[in-house]
């Protein structure tokens, strides 16, 4: 080490110890310290830093004394000193930087290291060691540019790639974060740790075939690697292949039984292999081993959401977010539950809550949309619900079409008159239902001046095209979606017409019929026998293939009560298939073949009995006496505690007074229908 030019003069020390000038007394502290000589370096530093307290350099030697001799507090002590007396020293600043750091005081640490760097930006192991002490306090975004900066001077040290690859990680960049690990592995490719994180960016990047061969290629030279063991089950089960996933991980539950992410990930896997009450015992065992672990709470919600234990779930997806207050999916989940248990104003606080911490949630804001509609907050409920056309997730309507989203107003899309009128395109979106339902705004888009198009699914095509006219001068030009798509100066979602009209609860354009049946249809159908007594048409079940089916549809044993009654002459109008139908039903289901057909039928028959389908959205708009049993936890558009129905004056509802409650819906509904008069 070199001596500092800032040294006194001249020092006169205890007896026994020369007299002379501080540099001297400077080189023979130096001495003994690089002799190992620690004790004799320090007590001659000690009486320098007596005499003169404003030495950095005596106060620096002292700290690295210190620190050799294993007394790091006094070390760091020393260094803060030595900064105090020179500022501009960067090699004092990293000293103390580094002290600090061998203390664990890693955030007291980043305002020296980050001077030190100031004062000299080309030193790449300083910006290195910055870079690690902030990911260490988990303050990954800042590290990153240092990261960056050491890795520019330095490249190819497999340490630094691997530690940038994670700071990436852990801020979402999943893509950048790989390519580090690879570039950790070119250059150390025997870095177990390293290749199990690369595992892990891939299944981020959803390529788990990729992310199962890195977890088998650490297997090959270490099988008994439980966290190879579980990545590699986690990738599987993502792939679908639960089989093997629960293999791998119950052999990595072997070597650590108590190892929480292999409890946490066999639980999930068992829970997909249909296991329910296994998997539930592997993540109870996490929790008990360790109450506060957020990814066992979550997915044993998942679980006792997917087995009806819904008030269970809840407080499991509340533990969640009590101990990660960002964690927006279960906000979701949670809201969710909470639809389901009928409680939508306890929902609505959740989903409130949560777009206070994040507001630019499309997906918590379309879910409070949702559930404001529910309890009839129309004017709120609309404006969120738009949302859902919004972010990563949001419906793709054909990209590079060209035309701006319609707001409202007299067909120019501002509100201002004049011009020629406009084309806008009316785009049916979401299920069948959805589109039977929202069909009824086309009219009042039309009777603003504008040219409407409308597009909808195929099946509904020619039922569309019985819309009435809001005048003879003004139609809507019904098209398919798989149509070419026509020139449109506009465009707007068919679920965003109630929110452009402003629609309250007392304003529903609720006008029956407002569809009728196609006049070939209606021909075709006029020969079918009927029977002379009452005949009811029947839909038990939705799509099978939508998540919440199994809430909305009816298992045919329970709608014993209904074929009770002799008098009636019940149709299946479902397309699915039931087999244990009783012998009297007649099953039209497989020669309805599309809505025209169903409507023809409808028109027939003296009431319609549904579970919420499309089925009871086309009865209702025919203007057909129809019934809706619905479960205990009923969409939106049905409200709450209702019998009737806001949009549909010829409708009435039966609701679960429990969930799956489906017998006292039915013997209800058998009930009313021996006191029922043909219209």
């Known amino acids: 080490m070199a001596q500092d030019p800032a040294a006194p003069d001249r020092l006169a020390l205890g007896p026994g110890w020369l007299t002379g000038s501080a540099g001297r007394f400077l080189h023979e502290a130096l001495k003994e310290y690089e002799g190992g000589r620690y004790a004799h370096a320090e007590a001659i530093l000690r009486q320098v830093v007596e005499q003169r307290p404003g030495n950095g350099w005596a106060w620096h030697l002292r700290g690295l004394t210190a620190s050799r001799a294993g007394d790091p507090i006094r070390a760091a002590d020393c260094f803060v000193r030595a ?53 260490r306090l988990d303050r990954h975004g800042e590290a990153l ?56 960016a891939l299944r981020e990047l959803g390529d788990d075939e990729a992310a199962a061969a890195e977890c088998r290629q650490v297997l090959r030279h270490n099988p008994r690697s439980v966290s190879a063991l579980n990545n590699l089950g986690s990738a599987l089960c993502h792939l679908g292949r639960i089989e093997e996933a629960v293999r791998r991980l119950e052999a990595a539950m072997l070597l650590e039984p108590e190892n929480l992410t292999t409890l946490h990930n066999l639980g999930v896997a068992l829970d997909a292999a249909g296991a329910a009450a296994e998997a539930e015992t592997c993540l109870r065992k996490a929790l008990a081993l360790r109450p506060d672990f957020p990814d066992a709470h979550r997915s044993l919600a998942n679980l006792l959401r997917g087995s009806g234990r819904l008030d269970e779930a809840a407080l499991h997806y509340r533990a969640v977010i009590e101990r990660l207050p960002l964690d927006f999916r279960s906000y979701g989940n949670l809201g969710l539950v909470l639809l389901n248990l009928n409680r939508p104003h306890d929902a609505v606080a959740v989903y409130e809550k949560a777009l206070a911490l994040q507001p630019g949630r499309p997906d918590i804001r379309t879910s409070l949309g949702i559930a404001q509609l529910l309890i009839g907050d129309f004017e709120n409920g609309w404006t969120n ?42 785009h049916a979106e979401q299920g069948f239902g959805d589109t039977l339902q929202f069909c009824r705004y086309l009219p009042l888009v039309s009777a603003t001046g504008a040219h409407v198009v409308f597009e909808c699914q195929p099946p509904l095509a020619e039922l569309m095209a019985t819309l009435p006219k809001a ?17 449109a100066r506009y465009h707007a979602p068919l679920l ?15 006008q029956v019929p407002y569809l009728a049946v196609p006049p070939a249809k209606s021909a075709a159908w006029a020969a079918f026998p009927f029977a002379q007594g009452l005949n009811v048409g029947l839909v038990w079940s939705g799509n ?15 709608l014993a009560p209904l074929f009770e009654n002799g008098a009636v002459r019940f149709y299946g109008l479902g397309k699915n298939p039931a087999p244990e139908l009783p012998t009297g039903v007649v099953d ?19 009431l319609v009995i549904s579970v919420d389908t499309a089925a009871a959205h086309l009865a209702g708009a025919l203007g057909r006496p129809v019934w809706v049993m619905l479960g205990h936890a009923a969409d939106w558009r049905y409200l709450l505690d209702r019998e009737d129905s806001p949009w549909y ?22 009930e009313e229908l021996r006191r029922f008069q043909r219209p």
């Open 83 to 135: 900064v105090a007396c020179d500022t501009s020293n960067a090699r004092y600043c990293a000293a103390l930087a580094d002290s600090l750091v061998r203390l664990r005081r890693d955030d007291d640490a980043v305002t020296p290291w980050r001077r030190a760097i100031d004062l000299d930006p080309e030193n790449p192991a300083w910006q290195a060691e910055m870079a690690r002490c902030l990911s």
């Open 145 to 200: 540019p240092y990261f960056r900066a050491t890795l520019r001077q330095s490249p190819g040290d497999a340490s630094l790639h691997a530690a940038f690859g994670y700071a990436l990680q852990r801020q979402g960049s999943a893509a950048e974060a790989a390519g580090q690990y690879r570039n950790a592995l070119r250059a150390d490719p025997h870095r177990d740790e390293v290749r199990l994180n690369l595992a892990a």
């Open 385 to 426: 619900y738009d949302a859902r056309w919004h972010g990563d997730r949001a419906p793709a309507w054909r990209p590079g079409h060209g035309a701006v989203l319609w707001r409202g107003g007299n067909g120019n899309g501002d509100g201002q008159s004049g011009g020629t009128a406009p084309t806008i395109l009316v």
């Open 471 to 487: 005048s003879p001068a003004l139609d809507v030009r019904i098209i398919s979606r798989d149509e070419p798509a026509p020139a």
């Open 496 to 510: 965003s017409l109630p929110g452009i009209f402003g629609t309250k609860l007392d304003t529903i354009p609720a």
């Open 544 to 558: 099978p293939e939508r998540q919440d089916d199994h809430m909305r549809s009816c298992p045919v044993a329970y």
């Open 588 to 606: 039209l289901g497989p020669v309805l073949s599309d809505f025209g057909d169903t409507a023809a039928v409808m028109e027939r028959l003296d």
């Open 649 to 670: 004056p010829t409708m009435r509802l039966f609701r679960q007074k429990a969930p799956g409650d489906w017998l006292s819906v039915t013997r209800r509904v058998a």
